[in-house]
């Protein structure tokens, strides 16, 4: 302050310069701004300007990262695709087909856990016409994982390998769909779902006819 009680320049209050982002950094604070909201209004209820505004940019901001909603939705429905096939994946390291199963089990159970508002993105359709981002083709990349050891499975004990995609389909839906329920359900807790939904699939494999015949009228 100066003598004649004025203040001076130096006396005011500085205001802290804002931290400018660089592009890579905007781009993934839009993602998580993005993922969180599709996550709890599913893609029709999020617009850009909500976007936007969350993440303290305007709407061009968006658009020159992604081209539009559609282009960030697709980004995020992509990453959580690969978040989960990796998981699934890496678990799979057992020897013994029932320890494949419980893995299997598990990595997804602990991406709901994990990644929720990834998994629920995903169990959603996907409006998007031109993203492979769906559910079902989310259990197809998974099942195919699975095809091949079942096929091996099969072959050591006499079936027709040939059938393994099938099975591969019922098993990997079976728990994708048990592990949507438990997204919110989320008893009984995580080690027994995956305890019941091995119980079911192992004792169904391990009793399987190699022709499995229909007792009822209807043979078409």
């Known amino acids: 302050m100066a003598i004649d009680g004025s203040s001076t320049s130096s006396d005011k209050p500085r205001r802290g310069r804002r931290v400018r982002m660089t592009g890579a950094e905007r781009r993934q604070q839009l993602l998580d701004v993005g993922r969180t909201l599709f996550?709890?209004?599913?893609?029709?209820?999020?617009?850009?300007e909500e976007i936007a505004a969350k993440a303290g940019v305007s709407k061009p901001v968006v658009y020159e990262h992604f081209g539009g909603k559609e282009g960030l939705y697709a980004v995020v429905v992509d990453r959580e695709m690969r978040q989960l096939l990796d998981m699934v994946t890496g678990a799979l390291t057992a020897g013994h087909p029932r320890e494949l199963l419980e893995q299997a089990a598990f990595a997804l159970l602990d991406y709901i856990e994990t990644y929720t508002d990834g998994f629920r993105i995903l169990v959603r359709d996907s409006p998007v016409a031109q993203s492979t981002g769906t559910f079902a083709s989310l259990i197809s990349d998974i099942a195919t994982q699975v095809e091949d050891i079942l096929g091996l499975e099969f072959k050591a004990r006499g079936f027709d390998p040939k059938l393994a995609p099938l099975y591969a389909q019922a098993l990997v839906g079976m728990v994708a769909l048990?592990?949507?329920?438990?997204?919110?359900?989320?008893?009984?807790?995580?080690?027994?779902?995956?305890?019941?939904?091995?119980?079911?699939a192992w004792h169904g494999l391990d009793g399987l006819e190699q022709r499995p015949r229909l007792i009822g009228h209807r043979k078409s």
């Open 39 to 48: 996550a709890e209004r599913g893609f029709e209820g999020t617009s850009v």
């Open 178 to 200: 048990t592990g949507q329920w438990w997204l919110d359900a989320r008893k009984p807790k995580k080690a027994e779902v995956a305890a019941h939904l091995v119980n079911l």
